[in-house]
């Protein structure tokens, strides 16, 4: 079955930058589109960009832009998100999610998610 | 973009039917058959309930059923049960080719 495995938890100083990880199993990872969606403590779910998993291209809410890479390895079906300038308020738990395109068409939801990793910045 | 108006609390008894809204405007859901709900237990992650406004996908209790009018999706829960009590997120696709989520409601069974 389809599985989304993240990364460990961060704990990140102010300004820094921090890269999570996203390894994907149980689909052909170039047939999705990977979304990242974030949590702040007690708040709601905030989108914050896609990435093609077959052509690399990418794009991003505009809060994030100039902020947030995404890249992958299709090589060992993983996706990474690189966050820089950390501020206090990104701490969040940070969570992939896959978009099924695989039957030619997509359906624009996260059908699948990873299981969040918390990132803390803090001095 | 700003997040989709969703109430912030509904209730109901168990065996009844509850519909939360979430209200956009003509640039995301006026605008696109790519409404999507989503299930969230404390400290879990989401689940998908509803895509394209109405679909359910494989697994997805037919107790959940999603709709659209205008600038505003719906989802209902019918036959409300005690597992239902959680959070629920709706979502839009919008036409900066980006995606928003609406402010969350908790549903509370009583």
């Known amino acids: 079955q389809v599985q989304l495995v993240q990364s460990g938890a961060e704990v990140e100083k102010p300004g820094a930058s921090v890269k999570v990880s996203c390894k994907a199993s149980?689909?052909?990872?170039?047939?999705?589109?990977m979304h990242w969606v974030r949590q702040a403590p007690g708040q709601g779910l905030e989108w914050m960009g896609w990435?093609?998993?077959?052509?690399?291209?990418?794009n991003s809410a505009e809060k994030f832009q100039g902020r947030v890479t995404m890249t992958r390895d299709t090589s060992i079906s993983t996706a990474y998100m690189e966050v820089s300038r950390l501020r206090s308020d990104d701490t969040a738990v940070y969570y992939c999610a896959g978009e099924d395109c695989s039957g030619g068409s997509c359906h624009q939801s996260f059908d699948y998610w990873g299981q969040g990793i918390l990132v803390t910045v803090s001095s | 973009q700003s997040a989709l108006t969703q109430p912030a609390s509904v209730s109901g008894s168990p065996r009844q039917s509850i519909t939360i809204s979430c209200t956009g405007t003509s640039s995301d859901i006026g605008s696109y058959n790519w409404v999507s709900w989503y299930q969230q237990h404390p400290g879990k992650a989401p689940k998908l309930l509803i895509y394209?406004?109405?679909n359910r996908p494989s697994g997805v209790s037919n107790r959940f059923s999603g709709s659209k009018s205008g600038n505003t999706a719906s989802l209902t829960i019918s036959g409300l049960q005690a597992e239902d009590e959680a959070d629920y997120y709706c979502?839009?696709?919008?036409?900066?080719?980006?995606?928003?989520f609406g402010s969350g409601t908790k549903v509370t069974v009583l």
């Open positions: 149980g689909y052909s990872f170039t047939g999705y589109y």
């Open positions: 394209e406004v109405s």
């Open positions: 979502s839009s696709h919008t036409s900066s080719r980006t995606y928003v």
């Open positions: 990435m093609n998993c077959n052509t690399g291209d990418t």
